[in-house]
């Protein structure tokens, strides 16, 4: 790929329009893959439990079958309603047969997702390591829908982003070593582990999901431990603001449950792009290094 290393604009083009087609992919995930995981739980609860009479699923769902369709008059989606963002504007957010509101969602996925390919084009340039961190980026945006409909963060998504950042350092495709990709997932792992222990010991309740802690030792291989502190500190931040907006909006309690994925897997993509400025300038600003 030498044409893109003499012109570095062009990579930029394609990974943008690639993340266009790949954000358009990630609403299918988002939507399919709690679905599926669903599926696999009755079906594996019907064989091990026959006693209970459980009903296994009728159809088998799967990332690409059965074709996409209008949840409201489940007509089959054309192809021409599937191009990213384009679509969604020439039928005005409405679907073409019974004309009924389509999310906003689908296209702001599609949106984000070619930002943050931009971005690292931008940022890093053609090469493997950048190809890699796309894989990276596709799978946090996509736990992260996930997490805020269903308060879950499937394995499907946690572990082979874990494994493929060990893989990475392993390979030498990262500037993290594979020392520090290691420590840097058992220590995200293990911080939320003790957090969530130390929590139930004193209050008889669980704080959060194992997926966290999956999420944050994914985390912790890609970028190293050395990005953990910002990391948690983000994260923490963040999730406590949009969390007592979500409950002050929704009129709820604090006992109410909400996501903390979204905003491990926001503090995580911050801290690639922006973890070690944002370090320095705190060494700098608060400690005078």
Same mark, same amino acid.
């Given at each position: 790929?030498?044409?893109?290393?003499?012109?570095?604009?062009?990579?930029?083009?394609?990974?943008?329009?690639?993340?266009?087609?790949?954000?358009?992919?990630?609403?299918?995930?988002?939507?399919?893959?709690?679905?599926?995981?669903?599926?696999?739980?009755?079906?594996?609860?019907?064989?091990?439990?026959?006693?209970?009479?459980?009903?296994?699923?009728?159809?088998? =769902? &799967?990332?690409?079958?059965?074709?996409? !369709? %209008?949840?409201? +008059? @489940?007509?089959? $989606?054309? #192809?021409?309603?599937?191009?990213?963002? =384009? &679509?969604?504007?020439?039928?005005?957010? !409405? %679907?073409?047969? +019974? @004309?009924?509101? $389509?999310? #906003?969602?689908?296209?702001?996925?599609?949106?984000?997702?070619?930002?943050?390919?931009?971005?690292?084009?931008?940022?890093?340039?053609?090469?493997?390591?950048?190809?890699?961190?796309?894989?990276?980026?596709?799978?946090?945006?996509?736990?992260?829908?996930?997490?805020?409909?269903?308060?879950?963060?499937?394995?499907?998504?946690?572990?082979?982003?874990?494994?493929?950042?060990?893989?990475?350092?392993?390979?030498?495709?990262?500037?993290?070593?594979?020392?520090?990709?290691?420590?840097?997932?058992?220590?995200?792992?293990?911080?939320?582990?003790?957090?969530?222990?130390?929590?139930?010991?004193?209050?008889?309740?669980?704080?959060?999901?194992?997926?966290?802690?999956?999420?944050?030792?994914?985390?912790?291989?890609?970028?190293?431990?050395?990005?953990?502190?910002?990391?948690?500190?983000?994260?923490?931040?963040?999730?406590?603001?949009?969390?007592?907006?979500?409950?002050?909006?929704?009129?709820?309690?604090?006992?109410?449950?909400?996501?903390?994925?979204?905003?491990?897997?926001?503090?995580?993509?911050?801290?690639?792009?922006?973890?070690?400025?944002?370090?320095?300038?705190?060494?700098?600003?608060?400690?005078?290094?």
């Amino acid at each position: 790929m030498d044409i893109f290393i003499y012109y570095p604009w062009l990579f930029t083009l394609f990974a943008t329009l690639f993340g266009l087609i790949i954000g358009s992919f990630l609403n299918v995930v988002i939507h399919r893959l709690p679905k599926m995981m669903e599926q696999e739980w009755r079906q594996e609860c019907a064989e091990s439990f026959p006693e209970y009479h459980i009903e296994p699923p009728k159809q088998t =769902l &799967s990332l690409s079958k059965p074709r996409s !369709r %209008c949840p409201k +008059c @489940h007509t089959q $989606i054309r #192809a021409i309603d599937n191009i990213p963002v =384009l &679509s969604w504007l020439l039928l005005k957010g !409405r %679907c073409h047969h +019974c @004309h009924e509101p $389509i999310s #906003a969602r689908y296209p702001c996925v599609e949106i984000i997702t070619a930002l943050a390919c931009y971005l690292l084009a931008d940022r890093f340039g053609y090469s493997p390591y950048t190809l890699g961190l796309m894989f990276f980026t596709f799978v946090l945006i996509a736990a992260t829908f996930i997490d805020f409909d269903t308060l879950l963060l499937p394995d499907q998504l946690t572990l082979p982003l874990l494994w493929a950042g060990l893989a990475m350092a392993l390979l030498g495709l990262t500037s993290v070593s594979l020392t520090d990709a290691v420590i840097g997932a058992m220590a995200g792992y293990l911080v939320l582990w003790s957090l969530y222990w130390a929590f139930k010991l004193l209050t008889g309740k669980e704080g959060m999901g194992y997926g966290d802690f999956k999420l944050l030792a994914a985390l912790g291989a890609w970028l190293g431990w050395q990005q953990l502190p910002i990391i948690i500190l983000l994260s923490s931040l963040v999730g406590l603001c949009f969390g007592l907006v979500q409950l002050k909006l929704q009129k709820q309690g604090l006992e109410t449950a909400f996501p903390f994925g979204p905003y491990l897997a926001i503090a995580g993509w911050i801290s690639l792009l922006w973890g070690n400025s944002i370090i320095t300038w705190y060494l700098r600003s608060f400690l005078g290094w």
